[in-house]
Nanobody
Framework: QFHLAESGGGLVQPGGSLRLSCEAS????????IGWFRQAPGKEREGVAC????????EYHVSVGGRFTISRDKAKNTVYLQMNSLKPEDTAVYYC?????????????????????WGRGIQVTVSS
């Protein structure tokens, strides 16, 4: 049974940083892409940052504006999201997800409906 375990969320002041981690297990057949998504109360889930499992292509939400970086550690089978210069509008539940079935439109594509394996989500709150 494949599983995604997120960690690293919490409360941070505006301008601060957090690093989210997602440990993947049980993906014996691999996946096309893996990434981070977020959902704020009353809003639709949106892709934050995704990375292709083979060529490393990435895609970021326009709101990130260069503040976030997604990366992978193949040895640890873990994907990270480094978040810098955090803003209150970054507050949301963040989810790690993987495209196992291969629905991605292109390498590193980051649309929620392309992803079929999801973590439980962790809260990120940016507030003073």
């Amino acid at each position: 049974q494949f599983h995604l375990a997120e960690s690293g969320g919490g409360l941070v002041q505006p301008g601060g940083s957090l690093r989210l981690s997602c440990e993947a297990s049980g993906f014996t057949k691999g996946y096309d892409s893996i990434g981070w998504f977020r959902q704020a109360p009353g809003k639709e889930r949106e892709g934050v940052a995704c990375i292709d499992s083979e060529d490393g292509s990435t895609e970021y939400h326009v709101s990130v504006g260069g503040r976030f970086t997604i990366s992978r550690d193949k040895a640890k089978n873990t994907v990270y999201l480094q978040m810098n210069s955090l803003k209150p509008e970054d507050t949301a539940v963040y989810y790690c997800a993987a495209d196992v079935a291969g629905r991605s439109y292109y390498s590193g594509s980051c649309y929620p409906d392309e992803y079929d394996s999801w973590g439980r989500g962790i809260q990120v709150t940016v507030s003073s």
